[in-house]
């Protein structure tokens, strides 16, 4: 039931792409993006809604394929901010389910 | 800043004591979820407040309970710690008309 995200660590140089998928078992209605830096909450990035919606800010977007369940999260031109633990989320009747994670690291 | 506080910030408790934690919300959100998250792991499910009423729950055991206000703070209890409930709680608002949910700063708790 928990959606499973690959990769589970990305490392990148300061200016490289990375992809993020998150695959669920179960329809989805929304899929959640988050990221979280070592001893910080999760911060909200964005929500993707259904209808194959594609959302996005400057240099992180996302992509939404509800007939596959599957969502991916893109992050174009990294910057070492951009570390962290990214987690995506599905609802469930209004819970969210956390997916496994993927560990990311930039290095100038 | 998610607008989103909880107390303490960490707290030391020792096997088969009790512990309360607090939230505020955001003012205007009515759904409030708790969420478990240990060492290495993604956050899990403990439940979630819509209005004072609980209307949904993950797999934690009964020791587990929570309360609502209507001042939009929240509270999470566990009776009874054991050693495995050390983890970060994290409390999260949610914004109802588009489903975001803003979390805490989290607390952290360690049992010994």
């Known amino acids: 039931q928990q959606p499973v995200q690959s990769p589970q660590a990305v490392i990148l140089r300061e200016g490289e792409d990375a992809v993020i998928n998150c695959s669920s078992s179960k329809a989805l209605y929304s899929v959640h993006w988050y990221r979280q830096k070592h001893g910080e909450a999760p911060v909200f990035l964005m929500i993707?809604?259904?209808?194959?919606e594609q959302k996005g800010h400057e240099k992180i977007s996302a992509s939404f394929n509800e007939k596959k369940q599957q969502s991916s999260l893109y992050l174009t031109a990294s910057q070492l901010s951009y570390s962290g633990t990214y987690f995506c989320g599905t609802e469930d009747t209004d819970k969210l389910i956390f997916g496994t994670g993927t560990r990311l690291q930039v290095f100038p | 800043e998610t607008g989103v506080t909880q107390s303490p910030t960490h707290l030391i408790k020792t096997r088969g004591q009790q512990v309360t934690l607090r939230c505020s919300s955001q003012?205007?959100?009515?759904?409030v979820s708790w969420y478990q998250q240990a060492l290495g792991q993604g956050p899990q499910f403990i439940f979630q407040?819509?209005?004072?009423?609980?209307?949904g729950r993950g797999n934690f055991p009964p020791r587990f309970s929570g309360l609502q206000f209507p001042n939009y703070s929240s509270e999470l209890n566990v009776n009874a710690l054991e050693l495995d409930d050390s983890a970060l709680y994290l409390c999260?608002?949610?914004?109802?008309?588009?489903?975001?949910?803003?979390f805490g700063p989290g607390t952290r708790l360690l049992v010994l």
């Open positions: 407040y819509y209005r004072e009423e609980e209307n």
């Open positions: 999260a608002s949610r914004d109802d008309r588009v489903g975001t949910q803003y």
């Open positions: 003012s205007g959100h009515n759904t």
């Open positions: 993707l809604l259904k209808g194959g």
